[in-house]
T-cell receptor, first 114, second 118 residues
Framework: NAGVTQTPKFQVLKTGQSMTLQCAQDMNHNSMYWYRQDPGMGLRLIYYSASEGTTDKGEVPNGYNVSRLNKREFSLRLESAAPSQTSVYFC?????????????FGQGTRLTVV | AQTVTQSQPEMSVQEAETVTLSCTYDTSESDYYLFWYKQPPSRQMILVIRQEAYKQQNATENRFSVNFQKAAKSFSLKISDSQLGDAAMYFCAYTPGYSGGGADGLTFGKGTHLIIQP
């Protein structure tokens, strides 16, 4: 009963470094999402993927790239990290289409860029 | 674009009392879903309650209930018999209903920090 698994849980990067946040779900969901959470801002959508091989920009996509490797996995890449990308990142998944089910969230990744 | 507004950054309530958290939203869609999520210090996002816009009946889950006013675009959460474990950030969220909902992700409010006084 893993649900949505994110790795790593914590990360510190230096400005300009790159990294990939990994996300995997075992619920056979078709849609997956990446959000960021900043103090006082709620969660904001970075990218989403309605199915394998498709991705779309959300509200705050600049500075990020994503890859929907297969139905289970959806990764978020920071090519050149900036202090403005210090945030908590959440991956989520759900079933969309005929019926919408609730979104299930991973436990988040706290990223600090120094 | 849809927006979700939570006008109460922080609320405080005595244990066993009732508290209401406010949420308003703006959308041109007629079909959509609304949610309340709880985020305790562990950071985990936990779904508290959901409401489909086409349903007139207000959703209820044990001590949690909503007051959904579609014309006013208002979606408040009432927590009855507040418990210490209810202390958390609460987020109101919206998603349009086309494609079954969720296709564009969730739009969140900024959250309300709920404090439970023993």
């Amino acid at each position: 009963n893993a649900g949505v698994t994110q790795t790593p849980k914590f990360q510190v990067l230096k400005t300009g470094q790159s990294m990939t946040l990994q996300c995997a779900q075992d619920m056979n969901h078709n849609s997956m999402y990446w959000y960021r959470q900043d103090p006082g801002m709620g969660l904001r959508l970075i990218y989403y993927s309605a199915s394998e091989g498709t991705t779309d920009k959300g509200e705050v996509p600049n500075g990020y790239n994503v890859s929907r490797l297969n139905k289970r996995e959806f990764s978020l890449r920071l090519e050149s990290a900036a202090p403005s990308q210090t945030s908590v990142y959440f991956c989520a998944s759900t079933v969309t289409g005929t019926v919408y089910t609730e979104a299930f969230f991973g436990q988040g990744t706290r990223l600090t860029v120094v | 674009a849809q927006t979700v507004t939570q006008s109460q950054p922080e609320m405080s309530v005595q244990e066993a009392e009732t508290v209401t958290l406010s949420c308003t939203y703006d959308t041109s869609e007629s079909d959509y879903y609304l949610f309340w999520y709880k985020q305790p210090p562990s950071r985990q996002m936990i779904l508290v309650i959901r409401q489909e816009a086409y349903k007139q009946q207000n959703a209820t889950e044990n001590r949690f209930s909503v007051n959904f006013q579609k014309a006013a675009k208002s979606f408040s959460l009432k927590i009855s018999d507040s418990q210490l474990g209810d202390a958390a950030m609460y987020f109101c969220a919206y998603t349009p209903g086309y494609s079954g909902g969720g296709a564009d992700g969730l739009t969140f409010g900024k959250g309300t920090h709920l404090i439970i006084q023993p």
